[in-house]
């Protein structure tokens, strides 16, 4: 039995894997809180989250040119700064992207069958966790070409809701003013969870070791998607803020089917809540492939059961690291409410990106590194983004990272067993 992945995808299959992620998590789930903590200054916290993921997927890719395993920062942290930095990346990314798994199967449900009550609310979304995980078992092949789909039908609905605002809706360019009524904490605020947004790319970074040609098809799929994902997000945000206002944009679930239903096309928002739920399955199935792939290398290097590191020898997938994946993602849909997990996977993501910039710093002129500034503003964005989260979501997230730590230096005394 090989433990080495197949090198399937190409620049267009990873472009699309880094859309379906960013789209699902960011537009039909991010711009109401940050609405509630900036008003119409989302727009500035959306152009500072820019900025820092810009900064991360320039150091992401040069990274993964550089070491194309699957693992993302979990690997590049281990080669350029120590095996415990790589294993807190590892750490943070399975445990946060983990519960982003279940929030992502969450929100399909309620964009589907909202009025469901709990127990079958849960149920359900056992369902979904195991039809995605299924899909992935018989190879990443299969699931690009299901993203593509999935992609391409929420772009369309997208589309179709920024024009029925400006054909049909009353927008108001007046309601796009961010100051007064936003201040410096609000917009730091609204970014760290606008960011969140944008972290879909680090999938194609853990999926290093399935791409064709990775030193050149990884640089240039990541700004690629990442500069596609922030039109999107542009013209997303003008057109509810405009037809909305900030105070509607922030009351509202799903802003831009409410903006939808206050237009001459009113008939359109049933679409736009089927096409939230398909994006949402875009990010579950690429949040799952990520976390797998994670999975895969902390236990090839023995900081999981390395039972999860066996490659399927017919598919090419690491099927034992996607059905743990899966089940644990089944068990915290099925039996908690997974919400007020999102704040430490936010603050978990981006102590991830934290590292990978520190990691991009200690390579040379000649191992293709970036300049200096990229890195500095990339870290320092992650930290200042991090902090400037609700206070509870900040806790939470060092408390989740002191306990990955803590496990680590139990391993190293030799209380579980030697890495």
């Given at each position: 039995m090989t433990d080495r992945l197949a090198r399937r995808l190409g620049t267009g299959d990873a472009v699309v894997l880094g859309l379906g992620s960013m789209i699902g998590a960011g537009v039909f789930a991010a711009f109401a809180p940050a609405a509630r903590a900036a008003g119409a200054g989302l727009l500035a916290g959306l152009a500072v989250a820019a900025l820092v993921a810009y900064c991360n997927a320039t150091s992401s890719a040069r990274l993964a040119a550089r070491h194309p395993s699957s693992g993302g920062t979990y690997v590049y942290g281990k080669e350029r700064l120590g095996e415990f930095w790589g294993y807190?990346?590892?750490?943070?990314?399975?445990?946060?992207?983990t519960a982003s798994c279940a929030a992502m199967a969450l929100t399909v449900v309620a964009y589907t069958a909202p009025g469901l009550d709990r127990p079958w609310r849960g149920l359900l979304a056992v369902a979904v966790v195991a039809a995605l995980?299924?899909?992935?078992?018989?190879?990443?092949?299969?699931?690009?070409?299901?993203?593509?789909v999935i992609v391409t039908v929420s772009l369309l609905v997208l589309g179709s809701a920024v024009l029925a605002v400006a054909v049909a809706g009353d927008p108001d360019p007046a309601r796009l003013t961010p100051f007064p009524g936003s201040g410096p904490g609000g917009v730091l605020e609204a970014a760290g969870l606008l960011f969140f947004?944008?972290?879909?790319?680090?999938?194609l970074a853990t999926l290093g070791e399935e791409v064709r040609d990775p030193a050149r098809t990884i640089p240039r799929a990541i700004?690629?998607?990442?500069?596609?994902?922030?039109?999107?997000?542009?013209?997303?945000?003008l057109a509810v803020l405009a037809q909305l206002g900030p105070g509607g944009v922030g009351a509202a679930a799903d802003p831009?089917?409410?903006?939808?239903?206050?237009?001459?096309?009113?008939?359109?928002?049933?679409?736009?809540?089927?096409?939230?739920?398909?994006?949402?399955?875009?990010?579950?199935?690429?949040?799952?492939?990520?976390?797998?792939r994670t999975t895969l290398a902390m236990a090839r290097d023995g900081h999981l059961p390395r039972a999860l590191a066996a490659v399927h020898p017919r598919f090419g997938v690491p099927h034992r690291a996607?059905?743990?994946?899966?089940?644990?993602?089944?068990v915290i849909v099925a039996f908690a409410d997974v919400r007020g997990a999102i704040g430490f996977s936010s603050f978990a993501v981006l102590a991830y990106y934290a590292i990978a910039n520190a990691s991009a710093l200690t390579l040379r002129r000649g191992e293709g590194a970036a300049?200096?500034?990229?890195?500095?503003?990339?870290?320092?964005?992650?930290?200042?983004?991090?902090?400037?989260?609700?206070?509870?979501?900040?806790?939470?997230?060092?408390?989740?990272?002191?306990?990955?730590?803590?496990?680590f230096a139990a391993r190293r005394a030799g209380l579980f067993g030697t890495t």
């Open positions: 807190l990346a590892g750490w943070g990314f399975v445990v946060g992207k995980t299924a899909l992935n078992y018989r190879g990443v092949r299969r699931s690009a070409l299901a993203t593509k947004a944008f972290a879909g790319y680090a999938r700004p690629l998607a990442l500069g596609l994902v922030l039109v999107v997000y542009v013209l997303v945000a831009l089917a409410r903006a939808v239903a206050d237009t001459g096309w009113s008939g359109l928002a049933p679409v736009v809540r089927a096409g939230a739920a398909l994006a949402a399955l875009g990010a579950l199935l690429a949040l799952v492939l990520g976390v797998s996607e059905v743990a994946v899966g089940a644990v993602v089944a300049p200096k500034v990229v890195g500095v503003t990339g870290l320092a964005g992650c930290v200042v983004l991090a902090f400037s989260l609700p206070l509870p979501s900040v806790l939470a997230g060092v408390a989740v990272l002191a306990v990955g730590a803590a496990v």
